[in-house]
C-alpha cells in the first residue's frame, strides 16, 4: 500500500510564501514523476509544477518565477515552495505521483490535497 500525506497549506496574505511538502510512504520501489495539482473552485484542475526523477521541472505560466518544486529522492519526498502569493493561487493543492511499488507495475496516486488560502 502507498500513501501520499501532504503538509503546509494555510490562510496566508497576498505576497506572502508558503510551502507545501508531500510525503510517500509504503511499498515503493521507485518514484517517477512528482507533480502538484491544484484546483480553485469552480474552475478546472491546473498542473502548477512537475519534476521528474532526473529533476527536470516544469510550471505553469501563471506561477512561472514564483514557485519553485523540488525533490528529496532519499525521502521520498516532493516540496512546492511559493512566494509572492496572489489571491489568484487559492485553491485545494495536490500531490500527485508516477510511483513504482516494490510489487507491480507504476501507478498514480494522489495525496489528500491541502487548501492554499491567500487573502487580498
Known amino acids: 500500500q502507498v500513501q501520499l500525506v501532504e503538509s503546509g497549506g494555510g490562510l496566508v496574505q497576498s505576497g506572502g510564501s508558503l510551502r507545501l511538502s508531500c510525503a510517500a510512504s509504503?511499498?515503493?520501489?521507485?518514484?517517477?514523476?512528482m507533480r502538484w495539482p491544484r484546483q480553485a473552485p469552480g474552475k478546472q484542475r491546473e498542473l502548477v509544477a512537475d519534476?521528474?526523477?532526473?529533476?527536470?521541472?516544469n510550471y505553469a505560466d501563471s506561477v512561472m518565477g514564483r514557485f519553485i518544486i523540488s525533490r528529496d529522492n532519499f525521502r521520498n519526498t516532493v516540496y512546492l515552495e511559493m512566494n509572492n502569493l496572489k489571491p489568484e493561487d487559492t485553491a485545494v493543492y495536490y500531490c500527485?505521483?508516477?510511483?513504482?511499488?516494490?510489487?507491480?507495475?507504476?501507478?498514480?496516486?494522489w495525496g489528500q490535497g491541502t487548501q492554499v488560502t491567500v487573502s487580498s
Open positions: 500527485n505521483n508516477i510511483i513504482q511499488p516494490i510489487f507491480g507495475t507504476p501507478e498514480n496516486y
Open positions: 509504503g511499498n515503493i520501489a521507485m518514484i517517477y514523476d
Open positions: 519534476i521528474t526523477r532526473a529533476e527536470v521541472t
